[in-house]
């Protein structure tokens, strides 16, 4: 486990049975700007380049390790009401050519298609305490695993109701994820779930009537603003209705939220649970900011998996400190530098002489 206080002398890992989790996430705690193995090995006494080269290819580092033990598990404060968020950041790779698990892919983050490489991750929200937590993650690799990045959605979701025993009631996604098996997934879980469909997603405004409509097509009543309409969406089990809300966020921009929440009749109280979804785009700009998880240079796949594996490790500390402080997460990484900039500052090591 990497414990770690307001000091950096005190940020270290206790002792585990992996070497690969005992000691690399604290290299990638300290350092700012280079993650690299040869960085690490420089400033290692104990360690050559290659040594811990052939412990990132023999050792593991599974996503399951981040809720393990004390990490997430023995940190979460959970609640009955809370979130569980879905999405995908893609790790930037657009100079790489021969880092496997590198493939073309949209990018959000980026607006276009770039060669990166893919992570699903699951984020948890407490609303009452306003911490979150990553609780899963899994790397999108469908040439070695084949599966697609809904496959890994719910994977980590039935793992976080059937294995971790999670307590929470909603489930928010991005419109990739609001997909007919996936949403009707979430209702067989017992779950709610708010989500963006796109304003091509075609529905009908009846159980029985066949013609369908663009969402952004639609009429609304001043009524129907305040409190969403019941529509069937194409595709959908017959008869089966979810509640419809049109969110106007700021000009120009309108967003259709669909829910199987059919007692919500208020479209404010659904765009304040939507505004719960950017805790894990929060997540993810911590997480490339602060731990080097795109800066990975190996090629070879485990060692590739076992960088990112470390990031997640490194961000679940770093968080759990900043909680504890009552600082930023930014506060707690950049703090690091603080010690060794008062002794510069008392006594640098390298002295101007002015002529």
């Known amino acids: 486990m990497f414990c770690a206080n307001q000091s950096s002398q005190n940020v270290a890992f206790l002792s585990t049975p992996s070497f690969l989790y005992n000691i690399l996430p604290t290299d990638f ?63 930037d790779k657009a100079e790489s050519q021969k880092i496997e698990l590198v493939r073309q892919q949209w990018s959000g983050n980026a607006k276009q298609v770039i ?51 999670l307590p929470f009631r909603v489930v928010l996604m991005d419109t990739w994820y609001a997909a007919k098996n996936e949403m009707l997934f979430i209702e067989d879980l017992g779950k709610v779930y708010y989500c963006p469909v796109r304003e091509n997603r075609l529905v009908s405004l009846r159980r029985d009537e066949k013609r369908y409509h663009r969402v952004d097509s639609l009429l609304w009543s001043q009524d129907e603003l305040r409190s969403g309409r019941l529509v069937h969406l194409r595709d959908f089990p017959a008869g089966h209705q979810v509640k419809l809300f049109r969110l ?29 979804r950017p805790k894990i785009e929060e997540f993810h700009r911590e997480d490339k900011q602060l731990t080097g998880i795109e800066n990975c240079q190996c090629r070879r796949a485990r060692i590739v998996r076992n960088h ?38 008392r006594s640098p090591a390298v002295r101007m002489v002015l002529a």
């Open 248 to 276: 106007t966020l700021s000009t120009g921009r309108t967003d259709y939220i669909v829910t199987n929440d059919l007692a919500q009749d208020w479209t404010a109280a659904t765009q304040e649970v939507w505004g719960w």
């Open 308 to 345: 990112i594996g470390c990031a997640m490790l490194v961000w679940v500390r770093l968080k759990h400190v900043a909680y504890e402080t009552g600082q930023t997460i930014y506060q707690v990484k950049h703090g690091l530098l603080s010690d060794y900039l008062r002794q510069q500052l």
């Open 115 to 165: 060669r990166g490489i893919g992570v699903v991750t699951c984020v948890y929200v407490n609303p009452e305490t306003d911490q979150f937590w990553i609780i899963d993650y899994r790397i999108f690799a469908p040439a070695t695993d084949k599966k697609s990045k809904l496959d890994h959605m719910r994977d980590m979701l039935a793992n976080a109701v059937h294995q971790k025993r």
């Open 29 to 91: 705690s300290h350092t700012q700007i280079n993650y690299t193995l040869t960085y690490f090995a420089d400033h290692s006494e104990h360690f050559s380049h290659d040594a811990i080269n052939r412990y990132l290819v023999g050792d593991q580092i599974p996503p399951r390790l981040v809720w393990d033990a004390e990490r997430v598990r023995g940190q979460i404060v959970t609640s009955p009401n809370g979130f569980v968020i879905f999405d995908d950041m893609v790790l």
